[in-house]
């Protein structure tokens, strides 16, 4: 789970400051105010993981990515390319990281790394990226003990790596020139060339293995078909734009999800209905083959007030498009990570209100008797899923600890992200200016239009 993050002169944001990540973190903002560029920065580094060009410091995406950044000026603040992309992170894992040094036989271990990398362009090809340097650490929970371990750009070419805590031996006689492999990987070289760093190759594993766990899901879901076909293969996920969603719950045909600890676990196309049931979109929900010699599926819905069944683009645009959020948050592996922009779009107030406390269950669930361990990072301008949060977290129903919210406060230069501060009884202590709108605006403009025009009518009633 990602505990902590922190972004430098990325698109809008000059410095995020360290933002603390719970397994519910809302970010809120007006249009262009930044918001989105938080979950875009986390999706680009995990296309850069998964790129199989491993000289590619940053790959900002292309025609089928989840994100497509552009060149590094438009990554760039203010577009600057002399501005260098600053950011670090931590994050923890379940199972912990042991370590011990051949040479002096110490041992060390940790659940939780952290990281951070400088990024910028190359002094005389002002197309290329150079990675200025990179950093591990490895600890226990907060203990500030372990050691860490890092690759830094010299003036000559190559590579200088340094550890704290932890002495590198080097075998004699050899020169070597190491190059980093993307923006956070040790090459070959450091284990090759050192008597005791063979666990280097363990980091790069466990950064890539925390990058395969982030999944999103963008703001705009694909349009619902009345028939899908499937032919048995197992989705990663329900894709950036939901165009996975019924590939998924068939291939969930066996799992079983509960709730929270000592509720019953449910099939997963159950938990799917009556997670729509709760929201009062549907009343029943189907996925049935076509017949025994086809690949293709239908998905029914049954509507309040209606017998019949219909089918899926029969029904309202909503249920179209919050339906691959549902899928996705209880589809994902345990340990996951979810990003989604808007999941509340097109969706009544009640229901927005609804979707929090869904969101509640999915950070709660549980399968084969362990907890899922999602974490769900969630861009949203739903002040009624704000509210119900706020509601859920005085009575008790979640605690303060595993709700963060931020607002992207654009209104200062150079922007900033500001902790909504929630307390022990749901309370925000701090509402930014016009967090939702001039609510008591309206209702004062309301008051006094109405005041002068019964006044208006009174004086024409005197008149006549």
């Given at each position: 789970?990602?505990?902590?993050?922190?972004?430098?002169?990325?698109?809008?944001?000059?410095?995020?400051?360290?933002?603390?990540?719970?397994?519910?973190?809302?970010?809120?903002?007006?249009?262009?105010?930044?918001?989105?560029?938080?979950?875009?920065?986390l999706?680009?580094?995990?296309?850069?993981?998964?790129?199989?060009?491993?000289?590619?410091?940053?790959?900002?995406?292309?025609?089928?990515?989840?994100?497509?950044?552009?060149?590094?000026?438009?990554?760039?603040?203010?577009?600057d390319?002399?501005n260098?992309?600053?950011?670090?992170?931590?994050?923890?894992?379940?199972?912990?990281?042991?370590?011990?040094?051949p040479?002096?036989?110490?041992?060390?271990?940790?659940?939780?790394?952290?990281?951070?990398?400088?990024?910028?362009?190359?002094?005389?090809?002002?197309?290329?990226?150079?990675?200025?340097?990179?950093?591990?650490?490895?600890?226990?929970n907060?203990?500030?003990?372990?050691?860490?371990?890092?690759?830094e750009?010299?003036?000559?070419?190559?590579?200088?790596v340094e550890?704290?805590?932890?002495?590198?031996?080097?075998?004699?006689?050899?020169?070597?020139?190491?190059?980093?492999?993307?923006?956070?990987?040790?090459p070959?070289?450091?284990?090759?060339?050192?008597?005791?760093?063979?666990?280097?190759?363990?980091?790069?594993?466990?950064?890539?293995?925390?990058?395969?766990s982030?999944?999103?899901?963008?703001?705009?879901?694909?349009?619902t078909?009345?028939?899908?076909?499937?032919?048995?293969?197992e989705?990663?996920?329900?894709?950036?734009?939901?165009?996975?969603?019924?590939?998924?719950?068939?291939?969930?045909?066996?799992?079983?999800?509960?709730?929270?600890?000592?509720?019953?676990?449910?099939?997963?196309e159950?938990?799917?209905?009556?997670?729509?049931?709760?929201?009062?979109?549907i009343?029943?929900?189907?996925?049935?083959?076509?017949?025994?010699?086809?690949?293709?599926?239908?998905?029914?819905?049954?509507?309040?007030?209606?017998?019949?069944?219909?089918?899926?683009?029969?029904?309202?645009?909503?249920?179209?498009?919050?339906?691959?959020?549902?899928?996705?948050?209880?589809?994902?592996?345990?340990?996951?990570?979810?990003?989604?922009?808007?999941?509340?779009?097109?969706l009544?107030p009640?229901?927005?209100?609804?979707?929090?406390?869904?969101?509640?269950?999915?950070?709660?669930?549980?399968?084969?008797?362990?907890?899922?361990?999602?974490?769900?990072?969630?861009?949203?301008?739903?002040?009624?899923?704000?509210r119900?949060?706020?509601?859920?977290?005085?009575?008790?129903?979640?605690?303060?600890?595993?709700?963060?919210?931020?607002?992207?406060?654009?209104?200062?230069?150079?922007?900033?992200?500001?902790?909504?501060?929630?307390?022990?009884?749901?309370?925000?202590?701090?509402?930014?200016?016009?967090?939702?709108g001039d609510?008591?605006?309206?209702?004062?403009?309301?008051?006094?239009?109405a005041?002068?025009?019964?006044?208006?009518?009174?004086?024409?009633?005197?008149?006549?």
């Amino acid at each position: 789970m990602l505990q902590k993050l922190k972004i430098q002169n990325f698109k809008g944001w000059q410095d995020t400051g360290t933002v603390r990540m719970a397994p519910i973190t809302l970010l809120f903002g007006t249009n262009s105010s930044g918001k989105s560029s938080i979950g875009q920065f986390l999706m680009m580094l995990k296309q850069t993981v998964e790129s199989p060009d491993r000289k590619a410091v940053f790959y900002p995406g292309g025609k089928n990515t989840a994100v497509q950044l552009g060149s590094y000026q438009e990554m760039a603040f203010h577009r600057d390319v002399k501005n260098k992309i600053a950011f670090e992170y931590t994050w923890d894992f379940v199972e912990t990281m042991k370590i011990k040094d051949p040479v002096s036989g110490r041992s060390f271990s940790g659940n939780r790394l952290s990281f951070n990398a400088v990024v910028g362009l190359g002094d005389k090809d002002q197309h290329s990226l150079i990675l200025d340097n990179l950093k591990y650490r490895l600890f226990e929970n907060d203990n500030n003990e372990g050691f860490s371990i890092g690759m830094e750009r010299r003036s000559k070419p190559g590579y200088k790596v340094e550890a704290d805590n932890y002495p590198l031996r080097r075998y004699p006689g050899r020169v070597w020139y190491p190059t980093p492999v993307r923006f956070y990987g040790f090459p070959d070289e450091v284990v090759a060339y050192h008597q005791n760093a063979d666990f280097v190759q363990e980091l790069n594993l466990r950064h890539e293995k925390f990058f395969r766990s982030l999944f999103y899901l963008g703001p705009l879901r694909i349009k619902t078909e009345r028939l899908y076909s499937w032919t048995g293969i197992e989705p990663e996920s329900v894709g950036y734009s939901g165009e996975n969603t019924v590939a998924a719950i068939l291939a969930a045909c066996n799992r079983k999800i509960s709730l929270g600890y000592k509720k019953t676990a449910k099939p997963f196309e159950q938990i799917i209905a009556q997670k729509l049931k709760e929201m009062g979109l549907i009343e029943n929900f189907k996925v049935n083959p076509i017949s025994d010699q086809r690949q293709d599926y239908e998905v029914k819905v049954g509507t309040k007030g209606s017998k019949d069944l219909v089918d899926l683009p029969d029904v309202g645009f909503g249920i179209s498009q919050v339906l691959p959020v549902l899928v996705q948050c209880f589809y994902a592996p345990h340990n996951s990570i979810i990003i989604m922009e808007q999941p509340e779009i097109h969706l009544h107030p009640s229901a927005q209100a609804a979707l929090a406390d869904v969101m509640i269950d999915v950070i709660n669930s549980r399968e084969n008797g362990k907890d899922r361990n999602i974490q769900l990072i969630v861009e949203t301008h739903s002040e009624h899923f704000l509210r119900r949060l706020q509601r859920r977290i005085a009575e008790g129903v979640v605690s303060q600890d595993k709700v963060s919210a931020y607002f992207a406060n654009v209104s200062r230069v150079p922007a900033k992200l500001e902790t909504i501060q929630l307390d022990e009884f749901g309370n925000i202590r701090n509402w930014p200016e016009k967090f939702f709108g001039d609510e008591m605006g309206d209702i004062t403009a309301q008051a006094k239009a109405a005041m002068k025009k019964r006044r208006s009518q009174s004086t024409i009633k005197g008149d006549a």
